[in-house]
């Protein structure tokens, strides 16, 4: 599977933003999805998952309450609905796919190129 993300940018604290990640090929419906984001000198982080049927989804305690992860698995895209962004959620943000386990990067088999959100004070 083949994963790109977009919709990253600069906006304000308090602000909305959604990410998007475009996969193709045929296992797309069968892996669970999910975004990491990394911030400068930092290592990458949990972010959320969901779900091959996306009637499970799991959440940072960072971002619970704030952030929704979604998927469609007919346009084979997962998304991640941001709101009331912090200065601390500025990173770059991956999605990437597994089938096996779902909160650590090493659980993660392949991965999007990432997007940068930057959220000012």
């Known amino acids: 599977v083949q994963l790109q993300a977009s919709g990253g940018g600069l906006v304000q604290a308090g602000d909305s933003l959604r990410l998007s990640c475009a996969a193709s090929?045929?296992?797309?419906?069968?892996?669970?999805m999910g975004w990491f984001r990394q911030a400068p000198g930092k290592e990458r982080e949990f972010v959320a998952a969901i779900n091959l049927s996306g009637d499970s989804t799991y959440y940072a305690d960072s971002v619970k309450g704030r952030f929704t992860i979604s998927r469609d698995n007919v346009k084979k895209m997962v998304s991640l609905q941001m709101i009331s962004l912090k200065p601390e959620d500025t990173a770059v943000y991956y999605c990437?796919?597994?089938?096996?386990?779902?909160?650590?990067?090493?659980?993660?088999?392949?991965w999007g190129q990432g997007t940068l959100v930057t959220v000012s004070s």
């Open positions: 990437a796919a597994t089938w096996r386990g779902y909160s650590t990067p090493s659980e993660y088999g392949y």
């Open positions: 090929g045929r296992s797309f419906s069968s892996a669970t």
